[in-house]
């Protein structure tokens, strides 16, 4: 395989997952033919550091930094279920986050949404803001956005963590590319099965797959995908040079899960739109989020941060946990846990109140997810 112009060989084709149909026959295919030495019907789990080449220099298998058939399998049919021609796994979502954002220069402007995850912000301000990353924090769900002359790019949320605003891409992705400028689209929240931000006009997609994706809470991982070739051979580029990468294990389990994604997202929203709608009649909640699809909801509890502190720990079927996204429905306080990082005053001016509780509903029965958060609610009232 020859080598491309940033000295790699990066296994980028768009013949990769050539599977056709509906996104949960994708799920389950794309990228994963049957091992052809014994015909297994499960991806292998490449255990592998190193490849036996047979002539120096010239087997695309290399080094399983570089390449990995397991982790090719991961990226291939999640790159399908985006509806993109490049996928590239990392070891984590922030570490797909910190390389997408090294395609950058210093002096970059960035516009980025106001409400983010709290370790997207830190990435932003307290990270690579010193190497002279320019970055405008601003609310993407407003029509009125203007993405001014000479940004870099445009960074989205949508559904946005905390408070799920969502944003009408296609909108903002024509707005970028007006500006000159690359809008990437983190889809964790929505996922593949509700939104598909490529087809809207963006120009990368990035997930953490520790969340649906995999959807067991027994993975950290994350996703890059994109139909821009430039960018993909720039990613691939950053991908071996740095090496966040992450093991074949951990795609195995991340594929493993994958499979059953529709299903579960299908769980998600019923019992997270039930859950939704059962809040907004209660008078100790002041406002319920929620944008009508997948398993995320938040609502602002009537009372002080004690109160709050009183409910979340008072559920024993919502674990008091961070993260989100798996089978397990999860529940926590943003203003203390997720986005601390955030400062009180940031944190204020856009909405992420001390009483601000966010739920993960996993897929349990409904009504004993109902009974859980009547202990919460007994136990803030208390």
């Not at 990066?10 to 149909?21: C, F, I, M, N, S």
């Not at 295919?29 to 049957?34: E, F, K, N, T, V």
Request: charged share 20%; net charge negative.
């Amino acid at each position: 395989m020859s080598k491309n112009r940033l000295g790699m060989a990066p296994r980028l084709t768009t013949e990769a997952h050539p599977v056709q149909g509906g996104i949960s026959t994708r799920a389950i295919h794309a990228g994963q033919p049957a091992e052809p030495t014994t015909g297994a019907v499960m991806t292998p789990v490449f255990q592998t550091s190193t490849y036996a080449q047979p002539h120096p220099g010239a087997w695309p298998w290399e080094y399983s930094r570089t390449h990995n058939p397991t982790r090719s399998a991961l990226q291939d049919c999640i790159a399908s279920l985006e509806g993109g021609s490049y996928g590239l796994c990392f070891s984590s979502g922030m570490s797909a986050i910190d390389t997408l954002l090294r395609t950058l220069q210093p002096g970059d402007r960035v516009l980025c949404g106001d409400d983010v995850y709290g370790g997207t912000y830190r990435l932003f301000t307290k990270v690579l803001a010193p190497f002279g990353l320019q970055v405008q924090f601003v609310d993407m769900s407003d029509p009125a956005l203007v993405v001014p002359a000479g940004t870099t790019l445009v960074w989205c949320e949508s559904p946005t963590n905390p408070l799920l605003k969502t944003t009408d891409l296609a909108a903002v992705a024509a707005k970028a590319k007006a500006a000159g400028a690359m809008l990437v689209v983190d889809n964790t929240f929505a996922t593949p099965v509700y939104q598909r931000p490529l087809e809207l006009g963006a120009t990368a997609v990035v997930h953490s797959t520790t969340k649906y994706l995999n959807g067991h809470s027994d993975v950290v991982g994350g996703v890059v995908v994109t139909n821009d070739l430039d960018l993909a051979e720039r990613l691939a580029f950053l991908q071996n040079s740095i090496g966040a990468v992450p093991g074949p294990w951990d795609c195995f389990l991340t594929l493993r899960g994958l499979k059953t994604l529709a299903v579960r997202m299908q769980r998600h929203t019923e019992n997270a739109t039930a859950i939704a709608d059962w809040l907004r009649q209660r008078p100790d909640v002041a406002q319920v989020r929620y944008p009508g699809f997948s398993g995320m909801v938040s609502f602002d509890l009537k009372g002080d941060l004690d109160a709050a502190v009183r409910f979340v720990k008072a559920t024993r079927i919502f674990t008091l946990a961070e993260s989100l996204g798996g089978v397990e429905s999860l529940i926590e306080l943003p203003a203390i846990m997720t986005h601390a990082s955030i400062p009180a005053d940031v944190r204020a001016d856009i909405g992420i109140a001390d009483g601000l509780i966010r739920l993960s509903c996993g897929i349990e029965e409904l009504a004993d997810l109902k009974a859980d958060l009547e202990r919460g609610f007994a136990a803030a009232g208390g």
